[in-house]
């Protein structure tokens, strides 16, 4: 979040929800404050939901591991009239996670909206890789995903709620030296389209979010996981959209019950190649580098 400070470009919409002057203008919106439930809460695209849904008068949970990064997207948060509380919770354990859910369920009484958006990427050759390594972003990106399925369902049904699933770009297309991170985007784009069909007799709607390159701290997180805050993106800035102007247009579909969003110029552009000119799109990837990153 370093390079897009939470208020920047929301403190108007937040200024709107102090007022009460809220766009209460969806069916779900209509029917009472909705409750919303986000992984990977403390930085990037889940801490720009958190406020944009925030700004739009909804009542927000968010979870992720490290405490003190949560607190600052919350006083952020806070500081422009949101309603915002958060939760420490891991979606590589069960236990973490199951805790998370059953506290934010007691906070809001409820969850209509649950984005399973906690993810990081782990890059590299498939031959310098160790199954390790593979198994470690599947860990996070797919069963992480599985489990905030699984943990939150009964609320989903109860309120009929929407299910959002945090893909990307790279859940229809790849590059050498991204298997991984491709990959786990491939299984979780599959998990939202057989849940689509699943959950519907439930009246519970899924929503597959699927960005391109967002200003975050995906870039600047290596391997393993850990954060390197100084490292630069080394996606030239031309091509990220900030997050909370990717954020206001998430919400936006998730509130409509969209079954999948792009977003990003350049990220509607590959997924329309990836699935009408595929051979074009292999003859690109053969000729492109795999992506760096700060290991
Ligand atoms: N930014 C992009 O260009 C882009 C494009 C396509 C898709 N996406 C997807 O968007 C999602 C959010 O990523 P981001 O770009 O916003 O990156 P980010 O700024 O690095 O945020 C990742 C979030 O996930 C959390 N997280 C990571 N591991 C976790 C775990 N085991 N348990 C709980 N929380 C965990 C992190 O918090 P803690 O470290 O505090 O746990 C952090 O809040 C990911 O699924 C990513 O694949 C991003």
């Known amino acids: 979040m370093e390079n897009e400070p939470l208020g920047i470009t929301a403190s108007s919409c937040f200024a709107l929800a102090g007022n009460g002057c809220l766009r209460n203008n969806s069916p779900m919106e209509r029917r009472g404050r ?7 809460g403390s930085s990037g695209i889940g801490a720009a939901l958190g406020q944009a849904f925030a700004a739009r008068g909804a009542r927000v949970v968010l979870t992720a591991r490290h405490r003190g990064r949560l607190e600052e997207v ?15 919770g891991d979606v590589t354990q069960d236990n973490s996670l199951v805790a998370a859910v059953r506290e934010a369920c007691r906070l809001l009484g409820g969850l209509d909206v649950v984005v399973a958006n906690a993810g990081f990427g782990v890059v590299g050759k498939v031959e310098d890789l160790a199954l390790e390594d593979f198994r470690r972003q599947f860990e996070t990106n797919v069963f992480g995903v599985l489990r905030t399925v699984k943990a939150t369902l009964p609320a989903l049904r109860e309120s009929r709620g929407v299910l959002v699933i945090m893909g990307s770009v790279s859940s ?26 699943e959950l519907a007799p439930y009246g519970i709607s899924v929503v597959l979010l699927t960005p391109g390159f967002v200003a975050s701290n995906i870039r600047r997180v290596d391997n393993r996981g850990v954060l390197h805050p100084d490292a630069p993106d080394p996606v030239p800035g031309w091509l990220v959209m900030p997050a909370e102007r990717a954020a206001r247009k998430m919400v936006r579909a998730i509130l409509r019950r969209k079954a999948e969003l792009v977003v990003t110029c350049h990220g509607q552009l590959a997924v329309w190649l990836a699935r009408h000119l595929p051979h074009f799109v292999r003859f690109l990837a053969m000729r492109l580098r795999a992506r760096s990153s700060p290991q």
Do not use: C, D, H, N
């Open 172 to 197: 229809y297309l790849t590059v050498p030296g991204a298997a991984p991170y491709a990959m786990s985007k491939f299984a979780v784009r599959a998990l939202a389209e057989s849940l689509r069909g």
């Open 74 to 88: 919350r006083e952020a948060i806070r500081r422009q009239g949101g309603w915002v509380e958060v939760v420490e």
């Open 34 to 40: 909705v409750r919303v439930f986000i992984t990977g």
